[in-house]
């Protein structure tokens, strides 16, 4: 399996949104394992139908594979929970931190399904899930300083290399 990173933002997006989505997302795995209420996703605003999440879960991975369509929808999550498990070792383990000195912080508007099975994982012991932790996402990205990276190829050989032309390149 391979999850994301095509489903953040896509459109028509999964296919329990019945806007025309076709391929699995972990929002479908969700609302088919029972972890997203398809009467109040978004408060209430986006109805979820969860009959196009198991049509879809079933038709590109369960029957392909050979699986329930429950055991394929907790597939979804394994994979996206060792991926997030991953980002979070490649932040404090390879760094010199240990996660289990740490509290998680169950951010986004998914984070707090995933934050007990990556507290396991990561052998956190302690998880705070803020009261709107997508809004507390979406608010960070705002506060977050603005930054700009450009990168550029200069395929040079060093000896006929002049110095004006690496100034006027950078």
Known sequence: LRVGPMSAGADPGPACYAKGGDQPTVTDASVLLGLLDPKFFAGGDVQLDPALAESS????IATPMGLTVENAALSIHRVVNAQ???GIRSVTIRQGYDPR??????LGGAGPLHSAELAKELGIRQILTPRHPGVLSARGLLAAPIEHEVSGAFARSLESV???EIQATL
């Not at 879960?57 to 590109?60: E, M």
């Not at 000195?101 to 169950?106: E, H, M, V």
């Open 57 to 60: 879960i079933d038709k590109h």
């Open 84 to 86: 997030m498990s991953e």
């Open 101 to 106: 000195c740490f509290t998680l912080l169950a």
């Open 162 to 164: 002049k110095m004006e």
